[in-house]
């Protein structure tokens, strides 16, 4: 069974940054388009941003120019690059295939707050 394992969340203030990390099998890792998204207390998942096999990235754009999404393919994982947080990006946040996602991991959780 494939597994998705988030990490890297944790509190950080206002405009500081945080490095999240997604570990995956490399066959689920390798044969599909990854994404971030995030859930925020209250409010429905939302998709962050995206990388395709090939590497083509996308954002939402509320974190365009902020965040960066990139995957270390000898290691299998996919990464956010988080900076300048608001505390608007406070939430959990969850790595899966772009499209038909798999079993949700449990997440990491991101507070901005001062």
């Known amino acids: 069974q494939v597994r998705l394992v988030e990490s890297g969340g944790g509190l950080v203030q206002p405009g500081g940054s945080l490095r999240l990390s997604c570990a995956t099998s490399r066959s689920f890792f390798s044969g599909n388009d990854m994404a971030w998204f995030r859930q925020a207390p209250g409010k429905q998942r939302e998709l962050v941003a995206s990388?395709?096999?090939?590497?083509?990235?996308k954002y939402a754009d509320s974190v365009k120019g902020r965040f960066t999404i990139s995957k270390d393919i000898a290691k299998n994982t996919v990464n956010l690059q988080m900076n300048s947080l608001k505390p608007e990006d406070t939430g959990v946040y969850y790595c899966?295939?772009?499209?038909?996602?798999?079993?949700w991991g449990q997440g990491t959780q991101v507070t901005v707050s001062s």
């Open positions: 990388i395709t096999v090939g590497g083509f990235t």
């Open positions: 899966n295939a772009l499209y038909l996602q798999i079993s």
